[in-house]
């Protein structure tokens, strides 16, 4: 094969400014694959107008662009192997890329507010305790029938979901109509931020004596909630926003662990008062725990713990 064109794989590191490792890995990953790999060496060439392509990925990488978004944008030629003429070809791929790299963009930007409110919530922790924030006390629950819809989602899902599932609550429950016997409410059953999906569930209490659903919508059900004990905080305005509220939670859960109660269920948050905007002043939420007494929670007993 003619080599005249093509560039050892040390020399196209040093004018990509990528390292000869990383060549070799969006190699395998199929980002940039190498005009000829010598079959007798393995040795590795590229053509010399790949490089422009290879400096665009080490720049959308710098950006912390996913590298399944890379691959597609030069598969689609939005990095400089398609036409760059001015053909409808050659212009779409530089509006692809540029849309890419705008909401690459505003996803950091997104990312870097949780993150200064991250910050400044550990501050206030810091300097003056979760507790102080927020104040926990117990709350006898009443037996509850509630309409409810689930998903599996993170938090970037989190608002999307709910604003669409609580429209179908209201929508299905108007036509029987239910007997609302309290606010909405959330439970998670478990930890839902930007790294992590958990099944969410969106509830509607409703009179269980009173008109009860006919068919259910699609991913409805109802549900018994038994009575139990609540340990809760109340939260208002900014607070109720993410990151922030994300203090709320651990409060109440280290006021569980600290006064020997354990974990009874999915954590909860009520909206008592709810604006529309998550840090509008006027927000009013509960977060709320179900818990029993450790003392006579037979699940605390050593000798009942299931096998790891």
């Known amino acids: 094969m003619d080599r005249t064109n093509l560039l050892p794989i040390g020399q196209f590191a040093q004018a990509s400014g990528l390292s000869v490792t990383a060549l070799r890995h969006y190699d395998a990953s199929g980002v940039l694959t190498p005009a000829f790999v010598d079959p007798a060496s393995g040795y590795r060439y590229f053509r010399r107008d790949q490089l422009r392509s290879a400096q665009l990925v080490r720049a959308l990488r710098q950006l912390d662009m996913p590298i399944e978004r890379v691959r597609e944008l030069l598969a689609s030629g939005a990095c400089g192997t398609g036409s760059a003429d001015g053909t409808d070809d050659g212009a779409a791929a530089t509006a692809e890329l540029?849309?890419?790299?705008r909401a690459q963009i505003e996803a950091a930007e997104r990312k870097l507010d949780v993150q200064r409110s991250v910050v400044h919530s550990l501050l206030t922790r810091l300097t003056e305790g979760a507790e102080m924030n927020h104040r926990v006390t117990l709350r006898q629950g009443t037996p509850e029938?509630?309409?409810v819809r689930g998903?599996?989602?993170n938090h970037h899902g989190l608002d999307p979901f709910l604003r669409t599932a609580?429209?179908?609550l209201y929508a299905f429950a108007g036509?029987?109509?239910l007997t609302f016997t309290g606010p909405a409410f959330v439970r998670y059953h478990g930890l839902c931020d930007e790294e992590n999906e958990t099944l969410v569930e969106a509830c509607l209490p409703f009179w269980e004596s009173g008109a009860q659903p006919g068919e259910l919508g699609e991913g409805m059900s109802v549900r018994d909630v038994p009575e139990c004990t609540y340990a809760r905080t109340v939260v208002e305005g900014e607070a109720t926003a993410f990151p922030a509220i994300l203090g709320a939670y651990d409060a109440v859960a280290n006021w569980v662990v600290e006064h020997g109660f354990t974990f009874a269920g999915p954590v909860r948050s009520t909206f008592l008062r709810w604006m529309g905007t998550p840090d509008h002043p006027d927000?009013?939420?509960?977060?709320?725990?179900p818990v029993t007494d450790a003392s006579t929670d037979p699940s605390t007993d050593?000798?009942?713990e299931p096998p790891a």
């Open 98 to 101: 540029a849309a890419a790299l």
């Open 145 to 147: 029938r509630v309409l």
């Open 151 to 153: 998903a599996t989602v």
């Open 166 to 168: 609580y429209e179908e």
């Open 175 to 177: 036509r029987g109509p």
């Open 283 to 289: 927000n009013r939420l509960e977060i709320a725990w």
């Open 302 to 304: 050593p000798s009942t």
